[in-house]
């Protein structure tokens, strides 16, 4: 897997893509393709994002992610990037000039050669710098800026919030579509207190990153499989998986990630999972009892395997 890297931990000198990526979808693939697809001799392919968002620090606005840092190395890996460099957010970095940032942190921390942007791309105090700027300061530094157009989709763009909006609605196919790749999660498997087993549907509880947007609450068909790859048992395994409270069995819970593996039995205790949401099957409610609660679950799990059936993980 490619390198996590601080700015002063870099290798240079960089082509670099810069921007925050978040769900590295389409548009956001056709900018690191101008750096990457056809790399410079001796620079090194580069992706150059923030932590944390900005917002989170300016506006104290918590900023849920697509994509992890750590999980989006995997993602940069056969893009071509050799690199994913964060450069940590700072009350002083955000007061920089648009022309400070590119003196100070592109060339002097970075050693900027290629830099790519797309053409929404805003940068330096009150976000006064934008992709025009960036390529005016650059010439003055020697740097050669690729600006990329938006894409669109429809008559709306493609791009992080659009997939947000997709998977708060619970349109798991939507967002699949725009990021062009599933849509998953990971975390360890924890101790819960059995309700599920009591039930007879025993479900993995499963410990999410607080940082990592998870899709509307619900009952969801999923693809697991254990973590890491590579070890044995790591096949993708039909599930059911419920996300959010429970309602009948007990309303006052945080809210949880409930893994359900169809027709097998393994002990994922202390084991990383990774889940890979595929299809609503129905929103939340309260039962009359847990009997009621049961037989609907056998029925979810049936819809789950028609469903599974008919679009393979991956």
Not at 170 to 195: C, D, M
Not at 290 to 311: G, K, M, T, V
Request: hydrophobic fraction near 40%.
């Amino acid at each position: 897997m490619i390198p996590l890297r601080s700015p002063r931990d870099a290798l240079s000198p960089t082509a670099l893509a810069l921007g925050s990526f978040d769900g590295l979808h389409q548009g956001h693939r056709r900018v690191i393709a101008a750096i990457a697809g056809d790399p410079v001799p001796g620079l090194v392919p580069t992706v150059v994002s923030f932590w944390p968002h900005p917002r989170e620090l300016l506006h104290g606005e918590p900023r849920l992610r697509l994509d992890l840092p750590t999980e989006k190395l995997a993602l940069l890996e056969p893009c071509g990037i050799h690199q994913l460099v964060l450069v940590p957010f700072t009350h002083e970095l955000a007061a920089l000039t648009p022309e400070a940032f590119v003196e100070q942190v592109l060339v002097g921390q970075l050693d900027a050669r290629d830099v790519a942007v797309g053409e929404n791309f805003r940068f330096g105090v009150g976000r006064s710098g934008g992709s025009d700027d960036l390529q005016t300061i650059g010439r003055r530094h020697g740097l050669r800026v690729h600006v990329l157009p938006m894409l669109w989709d429809g008559k709306e763009r493609v791009s992080s919030s659009r997939i947000r909006r997709a998977l708060a609605a619970g349109k798991i196919s939507e967002a699949t579509r725009l990021l062009e790749r599933p849509y998953r999660f990971s975390g360890p498997v924890v101790r819960g207190r059995g309700l599920g087993r009591g039930l007879g549907w025993p479900t993995a509880n499963l410990q999410v990153d607080g940082r990592k947007f998870l899709p509307a609450e619900g009952v969801y068909a999923a693809w697991a499989r254990l973590l890491p790859h590579g070890s044995t048992g790591c096949a993708w395994m039909s599930a059911v998986m419920n996300l959010g409270r429970q309602p009948t069995v007990d309303p006052l819970a945080a809210s949880a990630v409930e893994v359900h593996l169809l027709d097998r039995e393994l002990d994922l205790e202390a084991r990383e999972l990774e889940v890979e949401p595929v299809a609503l099957l129905r929103q939340q409610r309260r039962f009359d009892n847990l009997e009621a609660l049961s037989a609907q679950i056998n029925a979810d799990a049936q819809q789950a395997r028609q469903l599974l059936r008919l679009q393979p993980a991956g």
